[in-house]
């Protein structure tokens, strides 16, 4: 449990960071609640780490240009308690509400979470059904990658070598959307064994993702047609949960087996449905 010796590096902007991660085997460190642990076990041995920590410009959240901005380094706790969160994004507050225990989410970030991608993280879904872009900076400048284009693979990102993600941007939903997260967290860690975000704008337009499902977070894109523009009634929601299912190449693991979740991604969907109504 002792990790590889490494070099640490902790600049003061996103430039420095970047001119610190080129060249070398080297890792960004946030929060350090997914990257510690795997260099602890040796499954990640970076020859340095680059810590974002005291980058000022990677936290904070504000409103700009008609999105809700987070900055990377911002921390679940702090996403959860944010004044603009509560009151123009309020799932993304109740989601983040969800992850882990206290010190989790004190310390793990939105940047590092989507970073990691792992299947079974709550942000993905949060980020893919509120119609979020990831903003990233590297050598080649800035660039936004849509959440819909960011999750590729298990624990694999559109992000290229030495890429930092900056912000999450989410455009501010307009008058009379509802949207909700409801998942089956894991008893111990809390990851979501299977999550379930809805958005439905007032217009009938529905946007659905899902994690934990999968090798990664993804837009129900079937299962969105069967709903949107459509009252949410037994026969809609019947027709929805069928279509969500199928096509799926469902995770199996010691914590829950491809049936298990196909069950719970029905159930969980129809929970979300029955909310947003
Ligand atoms: C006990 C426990 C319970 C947890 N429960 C949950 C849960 O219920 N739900 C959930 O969603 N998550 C859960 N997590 C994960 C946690 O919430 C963190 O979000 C996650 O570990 C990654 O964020 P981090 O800031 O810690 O990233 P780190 O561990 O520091 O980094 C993770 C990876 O992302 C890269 N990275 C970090 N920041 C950036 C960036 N800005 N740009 C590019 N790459 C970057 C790093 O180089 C590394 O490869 C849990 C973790 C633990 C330890």
């Not at 310390?107 to 792992?118: P, R």
């Amino acid at each position: 449990m002792i990790p590889a010796a490494f070099d640490y590096q902790k600049p003061k902007t996103v430039d420095e960071a970047i001119a610190a991660l080129s060249g070398s085997n080297s890792k960004i460190l946030a929060g350090g609640h997914s990257l510690l642990p795997a260099m602890k076990l040796r499954l990640s041995q970076p020859s340095k780490l680059v810590d974002i920590n005291g980058i000022s410009a990677l936290k904070g959240i504000k409103e700009e240009d008609g999105e809700i901005v987070i900055g990377a380094a911002s921390t679940h706790a702090d996403i959860a308690g944010d004044r603009i969160i509560k009151s123009k994004l309020a799932f993304f507050s109740e989601g983040a509400l969800l992850i882990g225990d206290v010190q989790v989410r004190n310390h793990g970030t939105i940047g590092g979470s989507l970073a990691h991608a792992d299947p079974a993280s709550d942000w993905p879904a949060l980020v893919l059904a509120a119609d979020g872009a990831i903003e990233v900076q590297g050598k080649n400048g800035k660039r936004r990658i849509k959440a819909t284009d960011f999750f590729t693979g298990l624990f694999s990102t559109a992000l290229q070598e030495n890429e930092i993600i900056i912000a999450v941007r989410v455009p501010v939903p307009p008058e009379g959307t509802k949207a909700t997260y409801q998942k089956l967290s894991h008893p111990a860690s809390r990851f979501a064994i299977v999550g379930c975000a809805v958005v439905r704008f007032a217009d009938g337009k529905t946007n659905i993702a899902f994690t934990g499902v999968a090798d990664h977070a993804f837009r129900a894109s079937n299962t969105e047609t069967a709903v949107s523009g459509k009252a949410i009634n037994e026969d809609v929601i019947a027709t929805a949960t069928n279509t969500a299912v199928q096509g799926v190449i469902f995770l199996s693991d010691h914590h829950a087996s491809a049936e298990y979740r196909k069950h719970l991604t029905k159930v969980y969907l129809k929970k979300a449905l029955q909310v947003i109504t």
